[in-house]
């Protein structure tokens, strides 16, 4: 039952109690009322007749007095007792009509008539001796005529007190007991609306109302707190207290989804957050093996239930070569041809999963976990591969994270696009295009660099001139002159190695650095180089070119010189080698000074 109706019911029947009991009330009051009617009648008739007896004694010895005494003093006091009984049985006429019993109305007029007649005999008396004749008088006042009317006024005096006595006694306890009923009844009624009041209080104040509304204050701090483990009471109650125990029931749900929305936000805008970091670090790699260290240290940051691998496809479009991976991938392959992936061959976004859903990529082997595979592209050219597969036990798949790994596709394959072109313009600006060699404008900046170095470390130079290239041009015609500069360079590639780093000078001329050799080390190296040159004969459209000789300068700084006097010094030790007889190395520390300059 709602609290409303309870407080409604409570207070009709409170008002309806409270009405009965100023009912009854009203009833007892109305009994004391009557029970004071009948005292007050009674000590009426009581005083009356005990006026009427008092009288006639009072009136009786005045009488007598008088006519003993002959006092005029007694005459008058007999006159004035005579004048107030006369009003008194007046009075006691009135009232024998009016609300008296037949045998109280009988008494009171046999009192009447017996106070007459004794007033008659005092009259009779008092005028004997008015006239003279005492006898007459005193033996009217003292016969037994008289004594016998004074006891019958008495005796009847006496049987009206006793009649209206028994009767008004009757009525007062009659009242007495209407009053003390109608006043328990009042008092019963008055209990039941306190009893019904405090009932109201404890039951509904304390038992519908405080103790829920403590719990639920409780409850709404609690969630306040943003402590959502709180536990709401289980009471199917159809009543306000019900109604506010499920509206805080559906704020705490509302509170709980909007938590977990929140929750969702911050994840996607930390998700967000990395991404844009991730991409500000993406542009600023100056090689692609920085991008691919990048990728595999934020890959895993953003998306920690999938391992994967960055690839990337070789110069010529054929394969894929993995250039880093995350957490470990255990599906797929190192390295692959391109064919194998679906995702390269569509150019979407292909999932290869256990569940046979779609097409396996044929690089993936036959465990269970689901794969992602994410073509790289930039202007439509494919680039490489973003490779991801579920790890863990809580993975739950790609869909909500494959807008974010698409949107990272794209921008790593952007990234990729720019470095390898990046890479290919460096390439066309620091190599001669025919032999693969650094050009002369990457060796001035190679050289500018050492003489900034002030370690003090030894630098060699070697200039390798091809001798009579001339010949090859004319003889066999461009072409073939091509082919022996593209033979040279190759083999001062191989020769050289890691040990320093090739460059073409100009024409037929070629540049060897060799940091950290010494004089007699690259005098060495370049009399191997001359042999290996030497050692192949070469043929173009079935022509035989025959053998290729160079010569070589050698110089070395700081030793023997300053590096800015490096290659002017190596290309005469080069100019003395041709004026020698070609075919040989020269050392510049060997030969005269003047030469030099």
Avoid at 317 to 327: D, E, H
Wanted: glycine share 8%; net charge negative.
């Amino acid at each position: 039952m709602r609290i409303t109706s309870i407080t409604n019911w409570a207070y009709g029947i409170t008002v309806i109690l409270t009405a009965l009991s100023g009912g009854a009330f009203m009833m007892s009051s109305r009994s004391a009322l009557q029970e004071r009617a009948a005292v007050e009648e009674h000590l009426t008739l009581d005083t009356l007749a005990e006026e009427l007896a008092l009288g006639a004694e009072f009136g009786s010895d005045e009488a007598r007095l008088y006519v003993m005494r002959g006092d005029e003093r007694y005459l008058k006091e007999f006159q004035a007792q005579e004048n107030s009984e006369r009003n008194v049985e007046a009075t006691a006429t009135r009232l024998a009509g009016k609300g008296l019993a037949p045998g109280e109305a009988e008494a009171l007029k046999a009192v009447v008539r017996d106070a007459d007649a004794l007033d008659k005999i005092e009259q009779t008396a008092v005028e004997a001796f008015q006239r003279g004749d005492k006898i007459a008088a005193q033996e009217g006042l003292f016969g037994a005529e008289y004594e016998r009317v004074q006891k019958a006024l008495l005796q009847t005096v006496a049987h009206f007190r006793d009649l209206t006595g028994a009767r008004t006694g009757a009525q007062l306890e009659a009242a007495r007991d209407r009053s003390n009923w109608w006043s328990l009844v009042a008092k019963v009624m008055l209990a039941a609306t306190g009893a019904l009041f405090l009932a109201v209080l404890y039951f509904v104040l304390r038992r519908r109302v405080v103790k829920p509304l403590m719990q639920m204050t409780g409850i709404v701090s609690r969630l306040a707190k943003q402590d959502y483990t709180v536990e709401m009471p289980v009471e199917r109650r159809a009543d306000e207290i019900g109604e506010m125990n499920d509206a805080i029931g559906i704020f705490r749900t509302n509170l709980i989804e909007r938590e977990r929305l929140d929750a969702e936000r911050r994840a996607d805008q930390r998700t967000k957050d990395m991404i844009l970091q991730m991409m500000h670090r993406v542009q600023a790699c100056q090689n692609q093996g920085e991008l691919a260290e990048v990728v595999v240290r934020f890959i895993p940051e953003i998306f920690p239930d999938f391992a994967g691998g960055l690839y990337i496809l070789n110069d010529s479009k054929t394969a894929l070569i993995r250039a880093g991976a995350w957490l470990e991938p255990q599906r797929s392959l190192a390295a692959f041809p391109a064919s194998a992936c679906w995702g390269l061959r569509r150019g979407r976004s292909h999932e290869s999963g256990a569940n046979g859903a779609d097409v396996p990529c044929r690089h993936l082997d036959a465990s269970g976990a689901t794969a992602l595979c994410m073509p790289l592209t930039a202007q439509g050219d494919m680039i490489g591969l973003l490779y991801q597969e579920e790890c863990g036990e809580k993975a739950l798949g790609f869909a909500g994270a494959r807008l974010y790994l698409e949107l990272i596709a794209e921008n790593v394959g952007l990234a990729i696009a720019n470095l390898q072109l990046r890479e290919k313009l460096i390439e066309l600006a620091v190599r001669d295009p025919l032999t693969g060699l650094f050009n002369r404008r990457f060796l001035d900046e190679t050289l500018q660099l050492h003489r900034q170095d002030r370690s003090g470390e030894q630098l060699a130079c070697l200039m390798v001139d091809i001798d009579h290239f001339k010949r090859f041009n004319d003889e066999f015609g461009h072409d073939a002159g091509d082919l022996v500069m593209q033979y040279v360079g190759q083999t001062l590639r191989e020769t050289v190695g890691t040990a320093g780093s090739a460059y073409r000078f100009g024409g037929e001329e070629f540049t060897v650095l060799l940091p950290g050799l010494d004089e007699q080390e690259a005098s060495e190296l370049a009399d191997a180089l001359r042999q290996k040159i030497g050692g192949a004969t070469l043929s173009h459209s079935g022509r035989v070119l025959g053998a290729v000789s160079t010569s070589i300068g050698v110089a070395t700084a700081p030793l023997n010189g300053s590096i800015e006097t490096l290659v002017t010094r190596a290309d005469a030790a080069l100019l003395q080698a041709k004026a020698a007889g070609r075919n040989r190395t020269v050392v510049a520390s060997q030969i005269k000074s003047s030469a030099l300059l």
